[in-house]
């Protein structure tokens, strides 16, 4: 069904959004290998679920995803005592911005 969608609008020959960036996704849509198509949406969501290597984790949607090295990351002194669960959460997107999360 994926396919077939990515097919009729390019079919369309009409893309007005910037940098024809529809054709572009349509054209990813339509990869032979079905596991290339997964990661590629996986790696434009990153919100509902996320791709780490071979792995599909949960995402941001489920709540805190959980580390996969939880000692880099579950350390209570990291921060002071009381402190915002956002300093939390800012660090650990730090931590799979820099793809340490993985480790």
Same mark, same amino acid.
């Given at each position: 069904?994926?396919k077939?969608?990515?097919?009729?609008?390019?079919n369309?020959k009409?893309?007005? @959004?910037?940098s #024809?960036?529809a054709t572009y996704?349509a054209?990813? $849509?339509?990869? #032979?290998?079905d596991?290339?198509?997964?990661?590629?949406?996986?790696?434009?969501?990153? /919100?509902?679920?996320? $791709?780490r290597?071979e792995?599909?984790?949960p995402?941001a949607?489920f709540? #805190?995803p959980?580390p996969?090295?939880n000692d880099d990351?579950?350390d209570d @002194?990291?921060?002071?005592?009381?402190?915002?669960?956002? /300093?939390?959460?800012m660090y650990?997107?730090?931590?799979?911005?820099?793809n340490k999360?993985e #480790?």
């Amino acid at each position: 069904m994926l396919k077939e969608a990515a097919n009729a609008f390019l079919n369309l020959k009409h893309d007005p @959004s910037a940098s #024809k960036e529809a054709t572009y996704f349509a054209k990813q $849509c339509l990869q #032979k290998n079905d596991t290339d198509i997964i990661k590629f949406l996986l790696e434009r969501d990153e /919100v509902v679920l996320r $791709c780490r290597g071979e792995q599909i984790l949960p995402a941001a949607a489920f709540g #805190k995803p959980e580390p996969v090295n939880n000692d880099d990351i579950e350390d209570d @002194s990291l921060f002071p005592k009381g402190i915002s669960f956002r /300093v939390l959460n800012m660090y650990v997107l730090n931590q799979d911005f820099e793809n340490k999360l993985e #480790k």
